[in-house]
């Protein structure tokens, strides 16, 4: 029998080769245990997120809106399934999963627990907390764990459709009435720091990142993706008339890269301890979606329970 630091040695030669880690593969405790953290926690923010905007779908301006924002609500919720289903080939049930987060015991992204108020919300959303998304997942479709690339590679793509249909939205209120291009500029002056959030606390506090990057889980630091994204939604927002809410914000030539103000880690604390706006509403939205939803639970166990009878009872006969 192999002791486990030769084992050890294997499972970093493959990483380091490139060599994608499968299910039924040998891997430490504590990778196995850092994808189900990060890959549920992942799970759960797309099966939130689709609460703010879900607000929305009834009151989206026209019909066209209406129908392009149900379909991404829809995609939202198929990212957590296929995300679900990539945490449990890791060795952890789903009732696990969820009872972690209806207890508060999951985290879930920070951003989700801030109130979509006006349409132009769902602009914001779409453009920042999507796009801010797709810089992450856009890494992650390289990381080393077999099952979750390649859920990543179906997800990014129906990312960059959810990215520019808000970026859409928000480029149609700013080159509309005064009204509208000021409900534009409110949206994105209330989004824009907590979507920096979304790439997670400062490297310098980073307890996870080390490890996860020499066993590329993720391949870039939570500041070098935030750079990324400031460097690619600034100009965005140039494009559009709209001003970025940060006095700090300025490109610097000799970096190659904008540089931008401090972020509010407090509020950034506050929030992922559960005393964000939303937090409390909506864990009991999601609690409440479960609840309601025990009757299909249970009717397709029904039918997969008599499907099976069946079957069954047709082999004793033949
Ligand atoms: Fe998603
Ligand atoms: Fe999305």
């Not at 480029?171 to 994105?188: F, H, I, N, V």
């Not at 914000?249 to 407090?266: C, I, P, Q, S, V």
């Not at 409440?288 to 166990?301: N, P, Q, S, T």
Request: charged fraction near 30%.
């Amino acid at each position: 029998m192999q002791n486990l630091e030769q084992l050890e040695l294997q499972f970093q030669a493959k990483i380091d080769a490139e060599i994608k880690i499968e299910p039924k593969d040998w891997m430490p405790e504590a990778y196995r245990k850092t994808l189900i953290r990060q890959i549920s926690q992942h799970a759960h923010s797309e099966i939130v997120g689709m609460l703010p905007e879900g607000n929305w779908i009834t009151r989206a301006p026209s019909l066209r809106r209406k129908a392009v924002l149900l379909a991404k609500v829809q995609d939202e919720g198929g990212h957590g399934l296929y995300l679900y289903s990539a945490a449990e080939t890791l060795g952890i049930d789903r009732d696990t999963l969820i009872n972690d987060l209806h207890s508060g015991k999951a985290k879930y992204s920070s951003i989700f627990n801030y109130p979509s108020l006006i349409w132009a919300d769902m602009g914001a959303i779409g453009w920042l907390v999507d796009g801010a998304a797709i810089m992450n997942q856009v890494m992650l479709c390289r990381t080393s764990y077999g099952p979750y690339a390649r859920a990543m590679v179906r997800i990014c793509k129906e990312e960059s459709f959810h990215q520019r249909q808000g970026y859409e939205i928000m480029l149609t209120l700013a080159q509309g009435s005064p009204e509208q291009k000021r409900m534009a500029q409110d949206a994105l002056n209330r989004w824009w720091w907590p979507s920096l959030m979304m790439f997670g606390p400062p490297d310098s506090e980073s307890t996870n990142s080390e490890s996860s990057i020499k066993w590329k889980i993720k391949r870039m630091s939570n500041d070098e993706l935030r750079q990324r994204f400031v460097d690619a939604t600034v100009p965005q927002a140039e494009l559009i008339g709209l001003k970025v809410p940060d006095k700090d914000l300025k490109w610097n030539e000799e970096r190659g890269h904008y540089d931008f103000g401090a972020l509010d880690w407090d509020e950034f604390w506050a929030v992922v301890k559960g005393n964000g706006p939303c937090n409390k509403e909506r864990l009991e939205q999601r609690v409440k979606a479960y609840e309601d939803g025990a009757w299909v639970r249970e009717a397709a166990l029904a039918h997969a329970e008599k499907k099976k009878e069946r079957a069954e009872k047709v082999g004793a006969v033949a």
